[in-house]
């Protein structure tokens, strides 16, 4: 079946732009995650869907970085002012169910490089 | 969630079993021990977890030491698409949705 997709794969912004991420998780998939994840580095949380309802953005790094999945399906993660050290793959991960012990599942991710 | 220590980086020749180790010294005893491997330009991908006995599933085997503070993910038989970042997590389960904390990870290299 049809795993974790993201788009666009590659996106290149100029310093000062919005850029706009797109998620589709799994069909069915309660929980969705957002993960930046830095050169060399293993991937860090961002925040956490289930269903429609954002739980947890502890990790969002500033007020630039937004995020939402208003059907509870689709999500996407938007990014304000885009800076230099936005610079980063930015995942997407979603699993079966509310309390998130199952696996979870991640899309090949949107690498964002900023100039 | 416990801290784990990992070595940086590993090599194997293929066909041959590769054996990572990981110590989490501090871990709890409600919190289990997962395994994740990232494969260039993918994202992360699930392999296996356990809480206290030993786990074998198609991808691989989780041995994990009686007073659990350390643990080895075992790929039987390596082959050149196994070489990847392989992460080792602890975390609670049951206890909400939990977000994954990465470390560095372990970089396995298949030479052939």
């Known amino acids: 079946g049809a795993g974790v997709s993201q788009s666009p794969r590659y996106k290149v912004a100029k310093r000062g732009q919005d850029v706009a991420l797109r998620c589709d998780p799994i069909?069915?998939?309660?929980?969705l995650f957002w993960y930046q994840q830095a050169l060399g580095q293993g991937p860090e949380f961002l925040t956490y869907?289930?269903?429609?309802?954002?739980?947890?953005k502890s990790g969002l790094p500033s007020d630039r970085f937004f995020a939402e999945r208003p059907e509870g399906s689709v999500s996407t993660l938007k990014i304000q002012r885009t800076q230099q050290e936005d610079s980063a793959v930015y995942l997407c991960?979603?699993?079966?169910?509310?309390?998130?012990?199952?696996?979870?599942?991640f899309g090949p991710g949107t690498r964002l490089t900023v100039t | 969630d416990a801290k784990t220590t990992q070595p940086t980086s590993m090599d194997c020749a293929e066909g041959r079993a590769a054996n990572l180790p990981c110590n989490h010294s501090?871990?709890?005893?409600?919190?289990?021990v997962y395994w994740y491997r990232q494969i260039h330009s993918q994202g992360p991908q699930y392999i296996i977890h356990?809480?206290?006995n030993n786990e074998t599933n198609e991808m691989a085997s989780l041995i994990i030491t009686e007073d659990r503070k350390s643990s080895t993910l075992i790929l039987p038989h390596a082959t050149l698409r196994d070489t990847a970042v392989y992460y080792c997590?602890?975390?609670?389960?049951?206890?909400?949705?939990?977000?994954?904390?990465f470390g560095q990870g372990t970089r396995l290299t298949i030479n052939p």
């Open positions: 069909s069915g998939h309660v929980s």
């Open positions: 356990g809480l206290k």
């Open positions: 997590i602890v975390r609670v389960r049951f206890q909400g949705a939990q977000k994954l904390v």
């Open positions: 501090t871990i709890s005893g409600n919190e289990y």
């Open positions: 991960a979603s699993s079966p169910r509310r309390t998130g012990d199952y696996e979870q599942y």
């Open positions: 869907f289930q269903n429609e309802a954002q739980l947890d």
